[in-house]
């Protein structure tokens, strides 16, 4: 690996993670010594890549640090193309849109000797097992998802009950055979999963839920893990 090349992986390695890393983390991953990586550091410090921490201890990427953009890897391209061929096939027609677009930028973008990783990918993304209309408008729920808005909703379960509730939305889970919307019920006051085909009536109020939408997502996670595990 080019010195360069080894210098941006650092990089990288830094601004993907949320927490200090070693030198020793970053030497096996990139398959150098320690005494490589101390270097490299130093180097990337002096070029005034804010880099805080030390050896033994661990380094962190500071926020607001950003680079021109760089040539994808050919493993990278087939992450991209896999994740959109699948959002293609499962999203919403917004989604599916933005994913064709993607697909079209990058295959326009790679240089020639790369163009076979997006025209003859390894993998491919499963075709669809049915279709699923959604009874909610998919763009606007995206909108409250980040904004943290309430949305007043009517719901109809899978025996033809019909609900009402006003929820915090948290985020869209994309399965193979259906889309579900992941909320806090106030009415519950518990967490609870909504087909996004079997929603009667929306009410996007545009008012902001109480509780902060990365900690609320934070809560969901857990719930849905200890679920896993019972």
């Not at 950003?66 to 699948?86: F, N, Y």
């Not at 106030?186 to 509780?211: C, I, K, L, W």
Request: charged letters at 30%; glycine letters at 6%; one cysteine or more.
């Amino acid at each position: 690996m080019r010195r360069a090349d080894r210098l941006f992986q650092i990089i990288q390695i830094l601004r993907r993670a949320s927490r200090p890393v070693t030198a020793e983390i970053i030497a096996t991953e990139l398959e150098i010594s320690r005494r490589s990586i101390y270097r490299d550091i130093a180097t990337l410090i002096g070029q005034r890549v804010p880099i805080r921490g030390e050896a033994g201890i661990g380094y962190m990427l500071e926020g607001g640090f950003d680079m021109p953009p760089l040539m994808l890897t050919p493993d990278e391209i087939e992450v991209a193309m896999l994740g959109a061929q699948w959002v293609a096939r499962q999203g919403d027609p917004v989604l599916v849109r933005a994913a064709a677009d993607l697909m079209a930028k990058i295959e326009a973008s790679v240089p020639e000797d790369l163009r076979p990783v997006v025209q003859r990918p390894a993998g491919v993304a499963p075709p669809r097992l049915r279709a699923v209309e959604d009874s909610i408008d998919m763009v606007a729920l995206r909108a409250a998802i980040h904004a943290g808005h309430r949305l007043h909703l009517t719901y109809r379960d899978e025996q033809g009950r019909e609900t009402v509730r006003t929820i915090w939305p948290v985020l869209i889970v994309y399965f193979d055979n259906a889309r579900t919307l992941a909320a806090w019920c106030e009415m519950r006051r518990d967490f609870r999963h909504f087909r996004t085909d079997r929603v009667v009536r929306a009410e996007f109020t545009g008012e902001r839920y109480p509780e902060r939408t990365p900690a609320l997502r934070a809560r969901w996670r857990r719930s849905w893990q200890q679920s896993a595990e019972e």
